[in-house]
């Protein structure tokens, strides 16, 4: 197939290869010039604009940051709804709030285009290898067109429900993830405060009833996990400003709903707090530097 892949950061950029490794022809689109130059050096085609990527793709794949890009996209000034042709199949795979993936769904269906929410999980590792899980919100119909493609990028599929869905299962998961990898820190720096080796308590941990995927996967302490963040300056990953934005769309849909998220709320302070202090570029992960005994 013909693919436009927009957005290639670090989690967009191998998702992109992938579907070119897969023989598809993607032409890709960034703003950022070394994003570019990545995914060229792997074989794909580099678009000029946005707008340039659309043209003759069957389908295309979004990956920005947050809500406002998404909208800014589709339906802002550069309106490229406007310049996708009818039958088109758009899969976002953005984070973003419900609201903005159904408003934009609207317009899509209106103008003739298929258009789903289908957010991921599994980390820049998972981008990667592959082995992503995507949580897919639209038709059945819908999903099912868009199933050969997602294969190609992950190995977990789930279909969340209408257009929209996707997005609440993914930040419900990401509120978990982010509360979990707190609780995690805390855990791995009272023991190394307390002289306990962090590859062993964590270990322990791992093995015992805190079992959880930072300390299966995604260690917060330098050295536990050789192709973790934490073990690499905590650069590349998943940003703390990113997370921050992640628990700040939970605890907005919480408030909408009326729904009780008191840890998710104390997350999203206690990440807003790391981003001021000067983190909010590292990887969520560092957060453990704000409960890590000094000196």
Same mark, same amino acid.
């Given at each position: ?7 290639? =950061? ?9 579907? *070119?490794?897969?023989? *598809? ?17 792997? &074989?794909?085609?580099? %678009? ?12 295309? #794949? ?28 758009v899969i976002d795979s953005s984070t973003i709030a419900a609201a903005t993936s159904q408003k934009v769904a609207k317009a899509a269906e209106a103008a003739g285009i298929d258009f789903i929410d289908?957010?991921?999980?599994? &980390?820049?590792?998972? %981008?990667? %290898? ?79 009833? =805190? ?24 650069? &590349? ?18 408030? %909408? ?16 707090? *790391?981003?001021?202090?000067?983190? &909010? ?5 560092? #957060? ?8």
């Open positions: 197939m013909q693919i436009a892949f927009i957005g290639l =950061g670090n989690m967009g950029g191998p998702m992109a290869i992938n579907l *070119h490794k897969a023989g *598809h022809s993607v032409k890709a689109f960034d703003l950022s010039q070394d994003a570019l130059a990545k995914v060229k050096a792997e &074989g794909l085609q580099v %678009a000029a604009s946005a707008q340039d990527a659309v043209q003759g793709a069957e389908a295309i #794949v979004t990956m920005l940051p947050a809500s406002q890009h998404v909208e800014g996209l589709f339906l802002g000034n550069g309106n490229l709804l406007a310049s996708i042709a009818k039958g088109t199949l289908a957010p991921v999980s599994g &980390g820049t590792g998972g %981008a990667i %290898a592959g082995t992503l899980t995507f949580m897919v919100g639209g038709s059945t119909a819908q999903l099912e067109r868009a199933r050969p493609l997602l294969e190609k990028m992950g190995a977990n599929i789930f279909h969340a429900g209408s257009v929209g869905a996707g997005q609440t299962a993914k930040i419900c998961n990401n509120m978990l993830l982010g509360i979990l990898m707190v609780g995690t820190s805390e855990a791995i720096a009272l023991g190394v405060a307390n002289g306990l080796d962090p590859k062993v308590l964590s270990e322990i941990m791992r093995r015992s009833s =805190g079992g959880n995927w930072a300390l299966e996967k995604y260690n917060p302490f330098p050295g536990v996990h050789e192709n973790a963040p934490a073990s690499k300056g905590y650069a &590349g990953g998943f940003g703390t400003d990113l997370m921050l934005k992640d628990l700040g769309l939970s605890q907005e849909n919480a408030i %909408a709903t009326k729904a009780s998220t008191p840890l998710g709320g104390m997350a999203r302070a206690i990440y807003a707090a *790391h981003s001021i202090a000067g983190h &909010g570029g590292e990887d969520f992960s560092s #957060v453990i530097k704000m409960v890590q005994k000094k000196g």
